[in-house]
């Protein structure tokens, strides 16, 4: 009877199928006493078990379990103890107890296994913004708006920052709270009639629109109010860089804005999305980037170089130019610096801060170094062969002096061509030491062992942390030109760069300062005590082709 009420109960089939074989198989054995029967009654109630695991309810489960074991027991006793055989169909009733309880089909796999994406992408599903016009509801009201008004208004695209961490170490839905409440405080900033309303999937008028993602967009009228969309983003940037409270935890999001004015007929709305998105991915480092045409030049520009390095014959295309640096003292050469100029087909001679990006992006920048490393080895070895000991200076882009590969094939390069330590100096950015972990100083430790000596570049160019620079193992630190080019004015930069000076002379570290174009500049470095000076005073960038002969020069002229 207990198997008959769980057949009415259940609704698996496949389960029905094994309480009906078992109770059957039950029966047979209380009538019989045949031994096989047992062994199929164990084989049943094993694929019943596993069915069972294959559900969602668990007291189903123990019920299952429970009369798996009370078999194993009671068949065990029947054959230690002789004890009936019948009460093994005992199992068979607590198995169909079981039955009184509706299993639950499990899950598709799809939906067992959530990946977890970052924020970024366009196709962002965030429930909390379905509330906010979409990019089609926004391109609907602009168009019927411009029917009706003059095209003097401006479209700002807004864009989030600094959610791959909350979504990583905090979890995804409390990203999409976050991005909720900073669409909130946007919100909140945009309720001024100039603002262009649009309809929202739930009906309402709203101010703010989500293009996905973590972008976000609205359009101002400016007939009123010349400059009230560059009010509006300074707005929205002091609310939304206040802090959130999110999950317990105190989180900052960085706010970045875009705008493009629509004074242009010719502007379709995909434009105005297009030139906002090309004004923020080409200057990641702005806060507030207007929209110039001068961008859509560079991208088309730089979209050119790029097809055009993918076929960079290096040795008939990539030249190297030379620069002395000159000692303060005495006004003899310390080293050639050896810049990388492209001899461009169309734009002609492009130095290497025009086109770096490009080599980055092209993926090029491990190739471009090696190449240059081993024409400055070359240049050593001619130098070497003339008599004149000089080290020579090349430039790396940064990341991949690194790597295990480009330290042994600088070894390697230094070997061939015979070299002495000390005849080739690799200058680097200084951000890139800024940021080293154990393995990037054990890789400089390594350059360093087999006879490169460092020089850092840049300093005063970018953010530094001054807590580090006494522990940078270098031979030469070079001070950029922005520091002492306004040298009239500038008390600071004395007492910085002198500090900095005598900091470093106790590491045995030499300070260049670049950029040196006049005599006053030149007696101003040196009242600072620096080693030795670069620029346009001594020297203009020259052909390596010429670099023999411009050396024997340079030294008749300055034998004293």
Not at 448 to 453: A, D, E, F, L, V
Not at 462 to 488: G, H, M, Q, R
Request: with cysteine.
């Amino acid at each position: 009877m207990a198997m008959i009420c769980a057949l009415c109960v259940t609704h698996n089939p496949i389960l029905r199928l094994s309480l009906v074989v078992n109770g059957v198989l039950g029966l047979a054995i209380l009538s019989l006493g045949l031994p096989w029967l047992v062994i199929l009654l164990a084989l049943s109630l094993c694929f019943h078990l596993w069915q069972a695991f294959r559900t969602t309810n668990w007291l189903a489960i123990i019920l299952s379990v429970a009369s798996a074991i009370l078999f194993a027991v009671l068949y065990s006793a029947h054959l230690l103890l002789d004890i009936a055989l019948y009460w093994l169909v005992f199992s068979v009733v607590i198995l169909s107890i079981s039955g009184f309880f509706n299993y639950e089909e499990p899950e598709d796999e799809e939906l067992v296994e959530v990946e977890v994406e970052p924020l970024y992408h366009d196709e962002l599903d965030a429930t909390p913004l379905t509330g906010l016009p979409d990019r089609n509801a926004l391109r609907n009201s602009f168009v019927a708006w411009t029917e009706e008004h003059s095209a003097n208004c401006a479209l700002v695209m807004i864009r989030l920052e600094g959610f791959n961490d909350v979504n990583q170490h905090i979890g995804r839905d409390f990203g999409d709270l976050l991005l909720a409440q900073s669409a909130t405080r946007i919100k909140q900033q945009l309720n001024v009639n100039a603002v262009l309303s649009v309809a929202s999937n739930t009906g309402s008028a709203e101010k703010l629109a989500h293009l996905g993602g973590l972008n976000f967009a609205f359009i101002c009228s400016l007939e009123e109010q010349k400059h009230l969309h560059e009010q509006l983003i300074s707005q929205i940037r002091q609310v939304t860089l206040k802090p959130f409270n999110v999950a317990n935890c105190t989180i900052e999001v960085k706010v970045r804005a875009s705008y493009v004015n629509c004074d242009e007929p010719d502007y379709s709305f995909e434009n105005l999305i297009s030139f906002a998105n090309l004004a923020l991915d080409s200057n990641p480092e702005r806060a507030i980037v207007p929209y110039h045409p001068q961008m859509m030049i560079e991208q088309l520009e730089q979209q050119a170089r790029l097809r055009e390095l993918a076929h960079l014959d290096f040795a008939s295309e990539l030249e190297l130019y030379f620069q002395p640096v000159i000692r303060n003292s005495d006004e003899q050469i310390e080293f050639l610096e050896l810049l990388l100029r492209w001899q461009h087909p169309k734009q002609g001679i492009l130095s290497a801060n025009k086109f770096i990006d490009d080599i980055r992006v092209a993926g090029l920048s491990y190739p471009v170094a090696a190449y240059v490393i081993e024409r400055a080895a070359e240049l050593a070895m001619a130098l070497r062969m003339e008599g004149i000991e000089l080290p020579l200076s090349i430039n790396v882009f940064g990341p991949e002096m690194l790597h295990e590969e480009f330290i042994e094939f600088v070894d390697r390069i230094m070997a061939e061509h015979r070299l002495e330590p000390g005849d080739l100096i690799i200058e680097c950015p200084l951000d890139l030491f800024m940021n080293l972990d154990e393995q990037g100083k054990a890789m400089v430790a390594r350059l360093s062992s087999i006879g490169i000596k460092l020089c850092i570049d840049g300093f005063g160019d970018t953010p530094i942390w001054l807590a580090k620079l006494p522990n940078l193992n270098v031979e030469y630190i070079k001070v950029a030109a922005s520091l002492t080019a306004d040298f009239a004015h500038q008390s600071q930069v004395r007492s910085l760069v002198s500090g900095m000076v005598d900091m470093h002379s106790q590491n045995n570290a030499k300070v260049i300062c670049e950029g040196v174009e006049t005599i006053e500049q030149l007696k101003f470095v040196k009242s600072l005590n620096t080693y030795a000076a670069q620029g346009y005073y001594f020297n203009y960038p020259l052909s390596s082709v010429g670099m023999m002969s411009w050396l024997k020069q340079w030294r008749l002229e300055h034998q004293g």
